[in-house]
């Protein structure tokens, strides 16, 4: 801890390994259990896998960084899920397609223009005398086999043409050209006497016959906006693809390409117009939800964006030089957001930010866990962490309510992780392999070493006892000025002898067991401790 060995209070340790103090006493986190887990599309779990997600019943794993949305919408009849992070774009799956380890792109491109030119049938209308011409423009969208619509191709007033009642139109579609997009039909729209692009039909054929009067054509065209995601198109997109996808209240989506936040309309996650799109003035990290809209988290200064329409998002700047280092470190605790920071572990909420590891963590301390490489997942309120320095691969537990057991570290590491709140389990990717977080019945071998204790006179601790919780094996060290000078192993909660010759004013003790400690006593003589 930050706080100097000596000078910490009697409930804290100077080492606190897979240890809780939940009741009040001394005992190991639970050990992981093993799971039981086949991820679809023969994908094999492996220290290299970076996520893991469970979707409905099913189990999806990459080694790439990917981030998933179920659909917003409600009682989706495809089930659909969303997710970015996997090259080349974002993408839009099922369950069937999923299973094959297949997905679609996500967004609907706007179509091919027109190829061939609107025609009129017949090319003369027998009433050139009597009617008196309007002139009519079209323009199509594509629709995917999911009901979903893009943006029309532009209206191109070379195919304007001057239509009498007895004349129809003839068009003809280009072939579809939207690689992996799932297009099924195209929905055709045609001006009214207002000039407003109106429904005709929808149609999956290659050309279509219009003879509908203006009374009897259908909505205006709602998606004239509706643009896919930022993809992998660097002229379009010089930043990249959209990334960092999260899920937000009334329908809405988002992600970020560069240093934009991109919206979606709201129940429609395949559609990102460039007017609900705000930008921040550094690269950002990753988003996370907030009750009131977004926090924004990027190499410098974070943001806030708030608002219920995705068209009227506004952004504030926070005045705060606690940036991100890691998306992945980013968790969603409830009522607060807790991220990675080079100063230390940062706890966002409505009201502002604050670094909650400053009491337990120098900034050096901080940063020799290396945090850039943190991955963290929320347990039963408590931030579950595992990072890489370069030498070893750990964890640690942070409890953000704080108390006695605020900061203990773990002995083992993970790769990727899911928090199942459904059935309130936490799974991780251990060694390559999957596995329950603290779902075994059976305890982690824990390690308490305790503050320095300090005596005014040298003395000599001669008898020790420690109150053993059940059946088990306890291994107690004395250190004397820095010195190991003892190691008992302790099998039972009786008074035992410690080494005489020799005398001190520094000690500390250090405990490390699977079982139970309610207390642990050490002096100078038996007579002290209550016999021997």
């Known amino acids: 801890p930050k706080m100097f060995a000596r000078m910490l209070p009697q409930e804290m340790a100077q080492v606190a390994t897979n240890t809780r103090l939940d009741s009040g006493r001394l005992e190991g986190w639970k050990a992981n259990a093993?799971?039981?887990?086949?991820?679809?599309?023969?994908?094999?779990?492996?220290?290299?896998?970076?996520?893991?997600?469970?979707?409905?019943?099913?189990?999806?794993?990459?080694?790439?960084?990917?981030?998933?949305?179920?659909?917003?919408?409600?009682?989706?009849?495809?089930?659909?899920?969303?997710?970015?992070?996997?090259?080349?774009?974002?993408?839009?799956?099922?369950?069937?397609?999923?299973a094959t380890g297949n997905s679609y792109r996500l967004g609907i491109p706007a179509p091919v223009q027109f190829t061939t030119a609107p025609?009129?049938?017949?090319?003369?209308?027998a009433n050139l005398d009597t009617e008196e011409a309007k002139s009519v423009s079209y323009i199509y969208t594509y629709v995917s086999s999911y009901g979903e619509e893009g943006p029309p191709i532009a209206a191109d007033i070379t195919h304007i043409l001057d239509r009498r009642s007895d004349q129809s139109v003839v068009i003809t579609f280009p072939s579809v050209v939207a690689p992996n997009s799932y297009i099924a039909k195209k929905r055709l729209y045609r001006t009214d006497s207002s000039g407003t692009f109106r429904r005709v039909t929808e149609t999956a054929l290659g050309s279509y016959t219009d003879s509908l009067s203006d009374a009897a054509l259908g909505e205006a065209i709602p998606t004239t906006t509706h643009v896919a995601p930022p993809d992998d198109n660097a002229t379009n997109h010089p930043d990249g693809p959209m990334l960092g996808l999260i899920s937000l209240p009334n329908g809405i989506t988002a992600g970020f390409s560069g240093k934009t936040v991109c919206f979606s309309e709201a129940f429609l996650p395949h559609a990102y117009p460039v007017a609900n799109r705000l930008t921040v003035k550094s690269d950002i990290v990753g988003l996370a939800p907030m009750t009131n809209g977004v926090l924004v988290l990027t190499k410098e200064k974070p943001a806030m964006i708030s608002g219920l329409d995705p068209r009227s998002m506004s952004m504030t700047e926070i005045d705060s030089t606690l940036s991100c280092v890691s998306k992945r470190s980013i968790v969603d605790m409830g009522s607060f957001v807790l991220y990675a920071s080079p100063d230390g572990l940062v706890k966002a909420t409505e009201q502002g930010l604050s670094l909650i590891t400053e009491p337990l963590l120098s900034r050096d301390q901080w940063q020799a866990l290396?945090?850039?490489?943190?991955?963290?997942?929320?347990?039963?309120?408590?931030?579950?962490?595992?990072?890489?320095?370069?030498?070893?691969?750990?964890?640690?537990?942070?409890?953000?309510?704080?108390?006695?057991?605020?900061?203990?570290?773990?002995?083992?590491?993970?790769?990727?992780?899911?928090?199942?709140?459904?059935?309130?389990?936490?799974?991780?990717?251990?060694?390559?392999?999957?596995?329950?977080?603290?779902?075994?019945?059976?305890?982690?071998?824990?390690?308490?070493?305790?503050?320095k204790f300090y005596s005014e006179r040298p003395v000599n601790m001669g008898v020790a006892k420690v109150d053993i919780e059940g059946s088990g094996t306890v291994t107690m060290k004395l250190y004397a000025d820095g010195a190991l000078k003892h190691t008992q192993t302790v099998l039972n909660s009786n008074v035992f002898r410690l080494p005489s010759g020799y005398k001190s004013t520094e000690f500390e003790f250090e405990l490390t067991s699977t079982v139970p400690i309610n207390s642990v006593c050490v002096y100078e003589t038996a007579v002290e401790i209550g016999g021997g």
């Open 119 to 125: 025609a009129l049938d017949p090319t003369t209308s």
């Open 370 to 451: 290396t945090p850039t490489s943190i991955t963290a997942y929320q347990y039963e309120g408590h931030y579950v962490a595992f990072y890489n320095d370069g030498t070893e691969s750990k964890g640690f537990i942070l409890d953000p309510r704080g108390g006695t057991d605020a900061y203990v570290k773990l002995d083992f590491h993970a790769t990727a992780g899911f928090n199942d709140l459904e059935n309130d389990q936490l799974y991780l990717v251990v060694g390559g392999t999957v596995v329950k977080f603290a779902g075994s019945s059976t305890a982690l071998t824990y390690t308490w070493r305790y503050k």
């Open 34 to 98: 093993a799971a039981s887990i086949t991820p679809v599309a023969s994908y094999s779990i492996t220290a290299n896998t970076k996520t893991l997600f469970k979707y409905s019943t099913i189990w999806i794993g990459s080694n790439d960084e990917l981030d998933f949305i179920r659909s917003p919408i409600a009682e989706d009849p495809w089930d659909r899920i969303y997710y970015t992070g996997e090259t080349p774009c974002p993408k839009m799956t099922t369950p069937t397609l999923v």
